[in-house]
Structure formats: structure tokens, C-alpha cells
């Protein structure tokens, strides 16, 4: 996994060669501030020409130039993944067209196992460095995290461009930003959309917006239009099987060449008959109903619609809802604000209430359903929860799926949950859960009603983004017209016809911890992972300045590493070791610490593999008296 952090192209900071050679051509960067949005009249005016597939000229390999430079014309359009292409969340797509820049989400990735302490990753701007003034707007699809989680950081970073997005997105967003540093959320420039027919121009770009559905309210689709190709971009979505679904036959009104960036996280689903809302809801609604004590949800806090649906459906039978997990307890907060939930004041009630009030009228929604450690499920699991006991009597609903990497410890969780509880109810026995993202059935039919004149799948790991290339092709869609981007891939239109440049732009990722951003390096990273696997061992010496003789006995600490107390031969064999590494000095020429240092941790690094097959990391410190 270490090859994951190794920068794509060069290090991280400032375009890289072949850009910065364009750049020098483009035009000096406006220094007015953006344009004031203002409605268009709509995209009919574009309807006038109709599209002939035969007229398209295709992508042509050969003719892309070694250099895979690109002509800074003022009519293309470039399409920049800088994250989303290569793992699920930290999405985030720049499109560029001449002097203008629109960029659309800023998510965050949430960390791989081999990241120890990292809180999350965030995109890597290094690119827009310098091309600021250029930002007219950053768009956001929805509210999710891998969709806004970073958009605290580098809004602030890009010197605030105005950020567009419907209401329950950008009232995410700025809470957001109010809990990562009070008073930032003042600071942001917010167009609301307020309908799905709201049209905006930026500088040469005309944004639009269609309906989608997906797990959170007020998902949108986002179009971009500019004159070298318009972008049709659901952002996530799915396409449920219920009465009232959302068609995209309308999208293929949108002239050509229309662009169609897919997320395509369901490319490998096969299921045809996928379970629908309608069906879930009532299985959710019947064990509520007839739960013979308290009910315990676990599910994700991004599910915020489901979350709004099952509390209103709490007070309706008469129950009380308590809500546990930070992120659930904000999100049902802002949607109750903006009156996406509608409830009662007293149907929800405070977690330390739930014990006076009988327990079959209790409902807990929490976040856990995945075994993160800290989260409500598994604090309650584990007893360590300050007021809710586990009961024979309780039922838990895992209305979840279980994200890959977790099946492990979710595992655990629910073997831990069948020990205490009669009644656990996940996925296997029942279904509790819908995911918010469409099948294979789902990506052909998207793909059928737009009628794309190009395709990139996007936002998920590559093998989907692949995969969903092959569904394309499975129902005629031309090969030779769809593009797999990777993050940093710089994809051109211009002329109906697509170039991608042969450099990427610099992704590599950029961490947050605590309160750093990108201050934690791979070595950093390294240094964590080594610290994880064999620990270290701190060996201090006293040595004379002048004839580099140690004095005294050399000290030993270990930590991760060996129990001291249990492993005393070796400590002290240790000691020995360290002894003869310092005492072979030429004690003729004066000390050099940082050769004693060298030689304690290569020498002493070796011996201790010998005895224990392990390599913790070592730190000599040597002190001159
Ligand atoms: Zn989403």
C-alpha cells in the first residue's frame, strides 16, 4: 500500500514541467472578481442543432503528441479529476475553460488501514495553485462527506470562491466549517439553487441542474455547459425501482456533445431486482411496530432521509426517538431546520432520558453499524456506553451494508450483538437496508436514456470505474468513446473530439490529522506504520567528548517492542551490545555522536533481528559530558 502515498508525478507543490510550459501562453490571470450569476434563459437555445453521430470525429491515438501537450486554446475544455477516480470519497473534478474554472466537490477519503492516526485525506489543490483568481464557482452535488468533507479546508485555501449548492448541502457545509473553526461559515460566498430550473453563467460556463435521487435531500445532478462539450454529472444517485422515479430521458435533449461523468459505484451489482425503498421502509416499519422492547438502528448518518423517515414514523406509533452519534445528532438537526424532518418536539428525546420511559416505546438511531470503535453501536456493544444497557429483550437492526475492509470487525460486532441480544436483524435475514447508489441494470439504463456522446465513469475505485466501461460497451455504446480517467488524468474536448494529456496533474494525497493538513508526510506515515508493527527502543548513552569513551551503563527503553520485565536476558544482552558498538571508537580521534548514532542503530538494528526476528525502530541518543 506504500506505493499509494508515492506522489503520482512529482512532488507535491506546483504544476508539474509540461503545465507550467502551457501556462506561460495562457493569458494573464483576470483580477476581476467573478461575474455576478445570472439565470440563463435555458439550454434551448442550444436545441437548434441537432447532433449526427457520423459527424463526430473520434479520439485517434496517434495523433495525441508525445509530449501530450495541449494547446491552451481558449475553446477547450478540460476535464481534471483531482480525486474520486481511484477510491471511493474525495471527490473533486475541476473543468476549465479558458480563463474560467468551475470546480465541483471538494470530499474527503477516509483513511486506508496502513494510515495510522490519519483523520482523513483530503484533494490535493496544488494544481489550482496560482489560478485562483480564475475559480468562478465550486459547485456541490449533495451534503455527503466524500462529496463536501474538505470543503472547510480549501475553500479557504482558494481564497473563497462562491460556492453553489441546494439548501440542505450548503447548511452542511457550513456547519462544517463552524465546527472546524467558529465564525468561518461568514465567510463564504453561497448562491442557492433554489430550483432545479435555476441556470447560472460563469465566465463561459452555464450551469445547470437536473433531479436525481439518491440517499440525502437535496442531491442534485449538475450540467456544464461551455462551447467545446457539455458535462451531464449526477454526482451519486441511483435509480429506484418505486413509482416515483426519476427519468433522465430529458438530459438527451442537451446538445452534443454531451459528456456524460457517471458515478458508477454499482458497475459490479447484478442483482435485477434490487430491493426497493417501498419494501425496506415497511420491513423497517414492521419491526419497530412489533418490537417487544427497545429498537437499536444502526445505520449510517449519511442515510439522513431514512433517518428522517423512521423518526417520523417513531412518533406516529407513538414512540420516542433518542438519536446517538455526532454526526446523526447535526444531521437530523439541520434537516429538522430547514423542515426536511417534521416532528414533534417531544418525539425526540435526550440518550439519558431513555431509561425513563418504558422500553417498547423506545427507538435508538445510532452511527456503528460499520464497528468503528469510538461510534454509539459499538460503545453499547461493548458496555461502555453511559446509558444504554443491552437487553435479551432489545431488537438491533444493522440497516447498513457493510463498506469492504469492514467485514471483520462488523463481524465481531454482530457475534458480540447475538450474545447479548434475542433479536439482531441485518441484511442476510432480512432487508433493512437500500443503498443509495444504482446497480449494473441502473448505469445501462442512465446510459440509454442520455445518450451520451462520450462516457467517464467516475467516483469509485478504478476496477468499478472499468467495470462500468464494460456495461457501456455491453449495450453498444462505442469503445473508442468512453475514457477511464485516473485522478490527475487531464482529459480535453474540443472539436467534438477528446485528447488525454499523457502528464497528470499531482494528486498524491495530503493528510489531515488533528489540526494538520498535509504536514504528515510519508515518512511521517512510515514512521507510524513501523512504530505499529515492531515498535521502538530508545537506547541512551553517555559518552567522554574528548576520547568518545562511554561512561556508565548505556539506558534501555522499550516500547511495543518487548515487555521489559519478562525479557530481562535480552535487555541485558542488549546493554552489552550497545557497550561493544560504543567502546570499538578510535578513541585516538574526538567523538563523533552522530557516528556513534549510525553505528548503534545499523549495528544494534541488525543484532536485534537476529535474536527476535523483528525490527523495531531504533533511537540512539548520546549524551557528551
Ligand atoms: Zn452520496
Redesign the pocket.
Given at each position: 500500500m506504500v506505493e499509494k502515498i508515492q506522489p503520482k508525478q512529482q512532488r507535491r507543490g506546483g504544476p508539474n514541467r509540461h503545465h507550467r510550459n502551457n501556462f506561460q501562453n495562457a493569458k494573464p490571470i483576470q483580477t476581476k472578481t467573478p461575474e455576478t450569476p445570472k439565470p440563463l434563459d435555458s439550454f434551448d437555445r442550444f436545441r437548434g442543432k441537432i447532433f449526427r453521430r457520423r459527424d463526430m470525429k473520434i479520439h485517434d491515438e496517434s495523433k495525441t503528441s508525445q509530449s501530450g501537450s495541449l494547446t491552451s486554446s481558449n475553446e477547450t475544455l478540460r476535464v481534471i479529476p483531482i480525486g474520486g477516480c481511484e477510491e471511493v470519497g474525495r471527490n473533486m473534478t475541476v473543468f476549465e475553460y479558458g480563463n474560467d474554472i468551475i470546480i465541483l466537490d471538494m470530499g474527503i477519503q477516509f483513511p486506508e488501514e496502513d494510515m495510522p492516526g490519519i483523520d482523513y485525506i483530503i484533494p490535493n489543490i496544488s494544481y489550482l495553485r496560482g489560478k485562483e483568481k480564475n475559480i468562478r464557482a465550486v459547485i456541490f452535488s449533495?451534503g455527503?462527506l466524500?462529496?463536501i468533507g474538505a470543503a472547510q479546508i480549501l475553500l479557504e485555501k482558494l481564497g473563497y470562491p462562491p460556492v453553489v449548492g441546494r439548501n440542505f448541502t450548503l447548511a452542511m457545509i457550513k456547519k462544517r466549517m463552524e465546527d472546524y473553526a467558529p465564525g468561518s461559515a461568514k465567510k463564504l460566498k453561497t448562491i442557492l439553487v433554489k430550483t432545479i430550473n435555476d441556470r447560472f453563467t460563469f465566465g463561459k460556463f452555464k450551469i445547470g441542474f437536473f433531479d436525481i435521487e439518491?440517499s440525502?435531500m437535496d442531491a442534485v445532478g449538475v450540467i456544464l455547459g461551455t462551447p467545446s462539450g457539455n458535462i451531464i454529472h449526477p454526482g451519486?444517485w441511483t435509480i429506484s425501482t418505486g413509482s416515483e422515479r426519476v427519468t433522465y430521458n430529458h438530459l438527451s435533449k442537451i446538445p452534443s456533445p454531451r459528456i456524460l461523468m457517471l458515478e458508477s459505484l454499482g458497475a459490479t451489482d447484478f442483482r435485477t431486482d434490487p430491493v426497493s425503498d417501498k419494501e425496506m421502509y415497511a420491513n423497517l416499519q414492521m419491526l419497530i411496530d412489533k418490537a417487544p422492547g427497545r429498537v437499536i438502528i444502526g445505520t449510517f448518518s449519511s442515510q439522513i432521509k431514512r433517518v428522517g423517515k423512521l423518526i417520523e414514523y417513531a412518533e406516529k406509533i407513538g414512540k420516542k426517538v433518542a438519536l446517538e452519534g455526532f454526526s446523526m445528532k447535526s444531521n437530523v438537526e439541520i434537516a429538522q431546520t430547514l423542515g426536511y424532518i417534521k416532528v414533534a418536539k417531544n418525539t425526540l428525546i435526550p440518550i439519558n432520558e431513555v431509561n425513563n420511559i418504558p422500553d417498547e416505546k423506545v427507538v435508538i438511531i445510532c452511527t456503528g453499524a460499520q464497528g468503528e470503535g469510538n461510534a454509539a453501536l459499538s460503545r453499547i456493544v461493548a458496555d461502555n456506553h453511559r446509558f444504554v444497557r443491552l437487553k435479551k429483550k432489545d431488537t438491533i437492526i444493522f440497516s447498513s451494508s457493510v463498506i469492504p475492509g469492514n467485514e471483520r470487525t462488523v463481524q465481531r460486532l454482530k457475534d458480540n450483538l447475538y450474545r447479548k441480544c434475542d433479536n439482531v436483524i441485518h441484511t442476510n435475514l432480512m432487508d433493512v437496508h437500500v443503498s443509495?447508489h444504482t446497480n449494473a441494470a441502473g448505469i445501462k439504463e442512465i446510459i440509454k436514456q442520455i445518450k451520451p456522446d462520450f462516457f467517464i465513469p467516475v467516483y469509485a475505485n478504478h476496477y468499478f470505474l472499468k467495470e462500468a466501461a464494460k456495461r457501456a460497451v455491453e449495450i453498444g455504446f462505442p469503445k473508442e468513446r468512453i475514457i477511464v480517467p485516473d485522478n490527475g488524468s487531464v482529459i480535453e474536448f474540443k472539436d467534438k473530439q477528446f485528447k488525454v494529456a499523457e502528464n497528470k496533474i499531482d494528486t498524491s494525497y495530503v493528510f489531515v490529522d488533528g489540526l494538520g493538513v498535509g504536514d504528515v508526510s510519508q515518512i511521517v506515515l512510515r514512521d507510524r506504520q513501523v512504530l505499529a508493527e515492531d515498535g521502538m527502543i530508545v537506547v541512551i548513552v553517555q559518552i567522554d567528548n574528548k576520547t568518545g569513551k562511554l561512561i556508565g551503563s548505556p539506558d534501555i527503553i522499550s516500547r511495543g517492542f518487548i515487555f521489559m520485565k519478562e525479557h530481562k536476558d535480552l535487555i541485558e544482552a542488549t546493554r552489552q551490545k550497545v557497550r561493544d558498538i560504543t567502546t570499538d571508537k578510535d578513541s585516538k580521534t574526538e567523538a563523533d555522536p552522530d557516528d556513534i548514532k549510525n553505528s548503534l542503530r545499523n549495528e544494534l538494528g541488525q543484532f536485534l533481528f537476529q535474536k527476535t526476528q523483528r525490527r523495531p525502530m531504533i533511537l540512539p541518543v548520546v549524551i557528551e559530558v
Open positions: 449533495h455527503h466524500d462529496h439518491h440525502i451519486d443509495g
